[in-house]
């Protein structure tokens, strides 16, 4: 390997250029004459010097840590460019499992550690007060299953009870809680020989030596999946409809880390389909080509990084974290655009409204609303009672759903400082929403905003957002709901649960069509772009594949 002082200083003066250095990239050529030189044509990648550093740093930290039989052992202690390192071993490897003691644990349960522990008191006292009512419910479900042979169950929207409409105010409460009819529960023999998944439909992806938090398929190439891991990796993963023609196509380490915690907590593809970001626990955002290099290590947040999402041109970044700021990244040169510091807790969740436009929500309450460019927050919506878990704006950008510990979700529209709807039903905290997708005759018409919302009540409901009216109950989960996804046609609903079970379900019909029993509990969905797919990513390890959901 050949290494010129020559090639070191125009990797530096490109970095000064892109860092917008004019001045001193100015002078650094006129001294280092970079302008005679036979590498002042060369084209290399943006954010060329971090890259090397990062690597190199990677390699200093690796040849730090690795003992005499080549294995790479586990330090606690970030590895530093400036500061010198001081090794705190764990005891353990990166080829064997971590022990019991030192298992980070997940990060969903980690990011809402205070919440679920209210939960888990609120359920315990619950379990106790409600036990006998909950059995009563039980009887009346299965002898309606029994007297109707599992026909589906229709809440019809004109027979919900409305008078809870307030006249007086812009804002309409619609509480469903005693006016949902029963819920359709398969019975045991109808789930076994019915709508069990075949095992030849059934991929599952190992490779990961973590939990794995988040999956997300690119948009572009149907078969192509990433999966982000507790391990300080992802993965990027090639998925055929057979199990001989699956392959991890790259591994994408996101070593060195910034704290004693290497947990992916999200990722996103841009449109366009050929960059992936992923954000860390160490608040680090990184930013990867689709054959997996590293182009740009974006740190700014000095807390986890809890959302991150493209805009819908793909030109600028949006992470939200725990150290309750919002940040903008330009893609092209890995630097912030803008940082927004509107929240005083931290963010769990941000949406983009339009390519400029976005909303975040917080464990403050409150949410936010902010434009690109702007100081000013947009809007600052109040009127959940507890911390805002989720927010998404419909496929059309006029309404923004919220959901909430307060066991409530709200709709709000950019004309009003109040919500215009608000929708009760669910018993327990709501832990995220989807709007199903819309067609073109559907945004053309008056055709329902369909809001589908999932609970750790064990619930998932699908509401006509609008209207605030329930129209289907789905009841096949014994834990909380993590997560939910729409296929891209609206047909079928996807929802994965602690309970280990991934549920699909006919969106319009509200009943259960294929389920499938996984090895772990279950932290996200998400259906392909043409929707044939389904990924599933898991507690042990797994990302599990459910080809053929064309149902």
Same mark, same amino acid.
């Given at each position: #390997?050949?290494?010129?002082? /020559? ?13 917008? !250095?004019?001045?001193?990239? !100015?002078? *650094? ?5 970079? /302008? ?54 764990? +005891? ?40 006998? /009512? ?21 809440? %019809?929207?004109?027979?919900?009870? &409305? ?115 992923? +954000? ?15 182009? *740009? ?8 990084? *809890?959302?991150?999402?493209?805009? #819908? ?20 040169? +890995? ?22 436009? *976005? ?125 939910? &996804? !729409? ?7 996807? &929802? ?30 998400? !259906? %392909? ?23």
């Amino acid at each position: #390997m050949v290494l010129t002082s /020559e090639e070191v200083n125009f990797v530096v003066y490109k970095y000064l250029q892109e860092s917008g !250095f004019r001045h001193t990239s !100015f002078a *650094f050529q006129y001294e280092s004459q970079i /302008e005679k030189s036979s590498f002042c044509d060369a084209q290399i990648q943006p954010g060329a010097l971090i890259n090397i550093i990062h690597k190199g740093l990677q390699f200093m930290e690796i040849e730090a840590h690795m003992n005499e039989d080549g294995e790479l052992l586990e330090c606690s202690v970030p590895f530093s460019l400036l500061e010198p390192h001081h090794c705190e071993l764990t +005891g353990n490897t990166f080829n064997n499992e971590p022990t019991a003691t030192t298992r980070p644990s997940s990060v969903k349960r980690q990011r809402k550690e205070e919440k679920k522990q209210k939960e888990r008191e609120k359920r315990a006292r619950k379990e106790n007060i409600e036990e006998d /009512e909950t059995s009563r419910v039980k009887e009346e479900v299965v002898d309606t299953v029994i007297d109707k042979k599992t026909a589906p169950v229709n809440i %019809n929207s004109n027979n919900i009870n &409305s008078s809870n409409n307030n006249s007086n105010s812009n804002t309409t409460t619609q509480d469903n809680t005693l006016t949902d009819a029963p819920s359709v529960a398969p019975t045991e023999e109808d789930t076994r020989s019915n709508i069990e998944i075949k095992e030849e439909d059934v991929i599952i992806l190992e490779g990961h030596q973590s939990e794995v938090f988040s999956c997300a398929w690119n948009p572009v190439v149907s078969t192509l999946l990433a999966s982000g891991s507790g391990d300080a990796t992802a993965r990027l993963w090639e998925v055929s409809d057979s199990k001989e023609g699956v392959s991890e196509l790259n591994v994408l380490n996101h070593l060195p880390n910034l704290n004693d915690n290497k947990e992916l907590t999200t990722l996103d593809w841009n449109p366009s389909g050929n960059l992936l970001v992923t +954000g860390s626990y160490d608040g680090q955002a990184r930013i990867w080509t689709q054959k997996g290099q590293l182009r *740009f290590v974006m740190a700014q947040h000095t807390g986890p990084i *809890f959302s991150l999402k493209w805009n #819908m041109k793909g030109d600028y970044i949006l992470s939200g974290s725990a150290d309750a700021t919002t940040v903008v990244w330009d893609p092209e040169t +890995g630097q912030m655009k803008q940082q927004f510091e509107s929240h005083t807790l931290a963010i769990l969740d941000v949406d983009w409204m339009d390519n400029m436009t *976005f909303a975040s929500c917080s464990s403050d309450k409150t949410i936010f609303v902010c434009r690109v460019g702007t100081n000013k927050p947009l809007k600052k919506w109040v009127g959940h009672e507890d911390e805002v878990n989720a927010v998404r704006w419909d496929p059309t950008g006029q309404y923004l759903a919220s959901c909430s510990d307060d066991m409530t979700t709200k709709i709000w529209s950019m004309s009003s400082d109040e919500p215009i709807q608000e929708i009760k039903g669910h018993n327990l905290q709501i832990y995220t929403l989807q709007w199903a997708p819309y067609s073109a005759e559907d945004m053309s018409s008056d055709a329902p905003r369909i809001l589908a919302t999932a609970s750790f009540d064990a619930t998932v409901r699908i509401w006509d957002a609008l209207k605030g009216t329930c129209l289907h109950v789905l009841q096949n989960h014994k834990e909380a709901v993590y997560s939910i &996804s !729409f296929s891209p046609d609206a047909r079928l609903l996807a &929802s994965g649960s602690f309970d280990e079970l991934l549920n699909v379900w006919d969106a319009k019909e509200g009943t259960l069509k294929k389920t499938f029993k996984a090895n772990g509990g279950i932290f996200e969905v998400h !259906f %392909n772009k043409t929707g044939d797919k389904l990924a599933a990513c898991t507690s042990n390890k797994q990302v599990v594949i459910l080809n053929h959901m064309k149902l």
